[in-house]
Every structure is written in C-alpha cells, then in structure tokens.
C-alpha cells in the first residue's frame, strides 16, 4: 500500500514563499514517479508540477515555472514543493500523487497515470 502525507500549507501574502512536503516510502520514491497536483475552488484538478524516479528529471506547468521547485529528498522519503513569488491564483488544495509510469508521452500532468493519492493540504494568498 503506497501512502502519501502532504504537509506545508497555510496563508501567505502575495509574493511570500512555502515549502510543501510529500512524505512516503522508501519503495514508493525509488519505484514511483511523484507528481504534484492543485485544486481550487470550481476548478478541475490540474498538474503543477512532476519528478520521474530513476533520473529525477522535472516537469512544470507553463504557469509555474521559474516560481516552484519540485525536488527529491531520499534520505527523508519525502518529495517537496518549493512555492516562491506565490500569487492569488496559486490558491488550492495541493495534492502529491505517485505514479509507476507516465506513459511513453511522459504525461506527468494527467490525473489518469496516477494511482495514489495523499489527502492534500490547503494553500490560500491572500493579502
């Protein structure tokens, strides 16, 4: 059984930073491919942000990309999500999700690859 555990949100101003953290397994960060997801409120789920295990290559959404960080710590079992310049619109529920393989297409941001799932943890900006 994969198990997932999000950690790191709460209220930020404009502009301000916040580190999630995605704690699992041993197994599951050496087999599985870990994607972050976000929700907001009347919003679909969508990807934000990706690292294959193996090579640890690295995937963003074009509306991410130069703000968060996504990186692997294996001694902690434990992925993060560095969030930096955060905006209003970057306010959801974020979810780590571990997937075994993203499809030849590396389809990383597709909720369908995706297995396992932790229960998310809530982001607001707001000033």
């Known amino acids: 059984q994969v198990q997932l555990v999000e950690s790191g949100g709460g209220l930020v101003q404009p502009g301000g930073s916040l580190r999630l953290s995605c704690v699992t397994s041993r197994s599951t960060l050496n087999y599985y491919n870990i994607g972050w997801f976000r929700q907001a409120p009347r919003k679909e789920r969508e990807g934000v942000s990706g690292?294959?295990?193996?090579?640890?290559?690295?995937y963003y959404a074009n509306s991410v990309k130069g703000r968060f960080t996504i990186s692997r710590d294996n001694a902690n079992d434990t992925v993060y999500l560095q969030m930096n310049s955060l905006k209003p619109e970057d306010t959801a529920v974020y979810y780590c999700?571990?997937?075994?393989?993203?499809?030849?297409?590396?389809?990383?941001?597709?909720?369908?690859?995706?297995?396992?799932w932790g229960q998310g943890t809530q982001v607001t900006v707001s000033s």
């Open positions: 999700a571990a997937s075994t393989w993203w499809g030849v297409s590396d389809r990383w941001y597709d909720r369908g690859q995706y297995r396992y």
């Open positions: 690292i294959r295990s193996g090579d640890d290559r690295t």
